[in-house]
């Protein structure tokens, strides 16, 4: 399972598939794996990156709390910077969501599209 060392944060993702990088970005306490049902046989054809966010799932951090949108999408750029091809598009779903907007407007050079729901 792969871990992504960041600063106080062991950021826990997994890929599947081959293509063009789909990034899933998962709501609240969501852990990044509650997308693979709607992954397959759909999205097949794409490299798909799910990824817990901090304090969700199998990613661990000792970074101080409260954290921002700001923080986790930081996280995910870094992510998108080392394990994908970028651009990638993005889909995210409630907090998910907002995480994909803040990516989308301060790195538009990692963003084909997002896709923003919930």
């Known amino acids: ?12 993702y997994q890929q599947s598939g081959d293509g063009v990088d ?12 509650s997308w693979h049902p709607f992954q397959l046989p759909a999205f097949g054809d ?20 409260p954290w921002a949108i700001a923080d986790h999408a930081a996280d995910c750029i870094t992510l998108i910077e080392t394990s994908c091809k970028p651009p990638v598009f993005l889909i995210g779903l409630s907090m998910g969501s907002c995480i994909a ?12 599209a997002a896709l923003l729901t919930g």
Do not use: C, K
């Open 1 to 12: 399972m792969p871990f992504l060392d960041l600063n106080h944060t062991q950021l826990f």
């Open 22 to 33: 789909i990034v899933w970005l998962a709501g609240g306490d969501m852990p990044g794996s």
């Open 46 to 65: 794409y490299r798909n990156t799910t990824w817990d966010a901090r304090g969700v799932g199998r990613t661990e951090s000792t970074a101080p709390v």
């Open 101 to 112: 907007q803040e990516i989308s407007l301060s790195r538009q050079d990692l963003v084909t």
